[in-house]
């Protein structure tokens, strides 16, 4: 994953299960640290561009267009971002692929061992 440009107020740093991506806005605190965000891709039609969806696991949902100026994994990252500002959630995310997108987590969630 790139590194966020200079006037995003995100710092994205590589982890050992994949990158760990922080919102500079301040903490996340509350009973939402155990939100997850899912992204996924919605290709183009002949009416609308191509598209990337965040959801929520408690139903909140936002579309962009796709942002070609980045990355494929940062592209779901914008996605992530734009559903956290919406809601006026903040914290350091961290980042896993799926079949269908990715996923992101609030690092302050639960923790368990293998």
């Known amino acids: 994953m790139q590194a966020a440009p200079v006037d995003c107020p995100v710092q994205v740093r590589q982890g050992l ?19 997850a965000i899912e ?25 962009i267009g796709y942002p070609h100026e980045f990355s494929n994994a940062e592209c779901h990252f914008q ?20 079949r269908s997108g990715y996923v992101f987590v609030f690092a302050n969630s639960d923790r368990f061992t293998v």
């Open 79 to 98: 996605a992530a971002k734009a559903l956290c500002e919406k809601m006026d959630w903040a914290g350091e995310l961290i980042a896993g692929g799926t």
């Open 17 to 35: 299960l994949g990158s760990i991506v922080s919102l500079e806005s301040g903490l996340f605190l509350g009973d939402r640290k155990m939100v």
């Open 39 to 63: 992204t996924k891709y919605i290709g183009g039609t002949n009416t609308r561009g191509s598209r990337i969806k965040a959801v929520s696991g408690n139903g909140n949902s936002i579309t």
